[in-house]
């Protein structure tokens, strides 16, 4: 009797510890599922793919977006700024989105540093006086008044990707190449010494929502930049 006792016991412990168990999986499954879901979701209020924006590049700007709120390492965590430049320069490839109000703020031009290519940029880099533009996550900082003007500092947060973009001189400055007229005259947007600059009008209007402490990428499918980003 006891020995039947005590296979009963045995029997039943599985049924018991998977009664206890399926709940916590179902619990990280839904909650990864609301995840996912939450980003489809936003991604369709805001209609960014009728506004050139994929699925996929909107998907990485909001993984490394989290990673970077999880580090701390924002203070205005509102903001997401993204610059495709998988798009041509002909078209408005930057996107300020205010994330947690659900708003895409502002969707315009933005150029690339004259070594990167021309109407479309296709090289990329990290080192001082390259010209080119340097992909990846950077955090807004303090603004300024330069030779363009009200300009906003960068700090790159990808080691060996653009961590150097403060000794570059990396900032978001207006510019009167980054205009509709200087596409017509010249075929292309004009281009920067790495910065990515913006239309004149609108400068100040986007510095002073994303400046002290947001996110800004900036993306493209180069193989060295996917193998060796550690946020997105």
Known sequence: MQQLSIKKRLLTLPLFLLFFTIPSFLKIKKDKIMVIAEKESLYKQLHLSEFGLSQV????????????????????????????????????????????????????????????????????????NSFKSSLGFYITGETYQGNHGLSLRLKGVEKGINDDAEERGIVLHGAPYVSEAFIKQCGRLGRSQGCPAVPQELCKEIIGYIKQGSCFYMYYPDENYLKHTLLG
């Not at 909107?58 to 798009?87: C, Y």
């Not at 703020?105 to 021309?118: D, E």
């Open 57 to 128: 590049i909107f998907d990485k700007a909001m993984a490394g977006w989290n990673v970077m709120i999880a580090k701390k390492q924002l203070t205005n965590s509102s903001l997401l700024s993204i610059v495709d430049f998988s798009q041509s320069s002909n078209t408005k490839r930057l996107y300020v989105i205010d994330v947690d109000r659900k708003v895409l703020l502002l969707n315009t031009y933005v150029a690339h540093g004259r070594n990167s290519g021309g109407e479309y940029a296709t090289y990329f880099g990290n080192k001082v």
